[in-house]
């Protein structure tokens, strides 16, 4: 099993949906969980940052974390054509001499 | 303003050949990274660095080199060794290693005819 799972979809939706984006890991000791967005030919960059279990909220993200069941899920409402992107999930434990684990990334195309 | 700069953005080379890719950060990072991106296979690690003069091997670190003789610098050289070179290269920096957020560049797309 890899450490970190996410659907590579690709997932289209229209404008407006309501978009749930997911993660499974295997490694209980991952404390830091993070959603990268990456836009076609770009470099990722940072959308939410998390630390332990609960949910965190910045404007129309929403990242959460559920510990007990390895999972943690990005929520966009009222998605825009300019969410389109790649959406990465990452991870770590958080101590030194260890790297972020990322996911292999989710499609997502918002249609207008 | 304060980044990760990648050069050169595209960069087609013969089989055989060495190639460097460029990677400077003006963030005063301490740990830097390179990651290759494949379409499907999601970030993988090739090498990072926690200090200068300091690297360690990620998960695919073969048929690639690094240096780090400067904290702002950590430069990638992708050798005739490697058998599949032909990907986008990004480089990263943070705080230290593990910690805190990634901040990555714009990425290196390296073809190999």
């Known amino acids: 099993q890899k450490e970190v799972e996410q659907d590579p979809g690709p997932l289209s939706v229209p404008e407006g949906a309501i978009v749930s984006l997911n993660c499974t890991y295997s490694?209980?000791?991952?404390?830091?969980f993070m959603w990268y967005r990456q836009y076609s030919r770009k470099g990722p960059e940072l959308l939410m940052y998390?630390?332990?279990?609960g949910n965190k909220e910045d404007g129309r993200f929403t990242a959460q974390v559920d510990k007990s069941s390895k999972y943690i899920s990005l929520f966009i409402r009222d998605s825009q054509p300019s969410d389109s992107a790649t959406y990465l999930c990452?991870?770590?434990?958080?101590?030194?001499?260890?790297?972020?684990?990322f996911g292999k990334g989710t499609t997502l195309s918002v249609s207008s | 303003d304060g980044g990760i700069t990648q050069s050169p953005k595209y960069l087609f080379r013969k089989e055989g050949q060495n190639v460097t890719l460029s990677c400077e950060q003006n963030?005063?990072?301490?740990?830097m990274y390179w990651y290759r991106q494949d379409p499907g296979q999601g970030l993988r690690l090739i090498y990072y660095?926690?200090?200068?003069?300091?690297?360690q091997k990620g998960d695919i670190a073969e048929g690639y080199s690094v240096s780090r003789e400067k904290k702002e610098s950590f430069p990638l050289t992708v050798t005739s060794a490697q058998k599949n070179p032909t990907a986008f290269y990004l480089c990263?920096?943070?705080?230290?290693?593990?910690?805190?957020?990634?901040?990555f560049g714009e990425g290196s797309r390296l073809t190999v005819l």
């Open positions: 963030l005063n990072h301490d740990a």
């Open positions: 998390t630390y332990s279990s």
């Open positions: 990452a991870m770590s434990v958080g101590k030194a001499g260890t790297a972020l684990i």
């Open positions: 490694n209980s000791a991952f404390q830091y």
């Open positions: 990263a920096s943070s705080i230290q290693l593990s910690l805190g957020e990634l901040f």
């Open positions: 660095s926690q200090i200068v003069n300091d690297f």
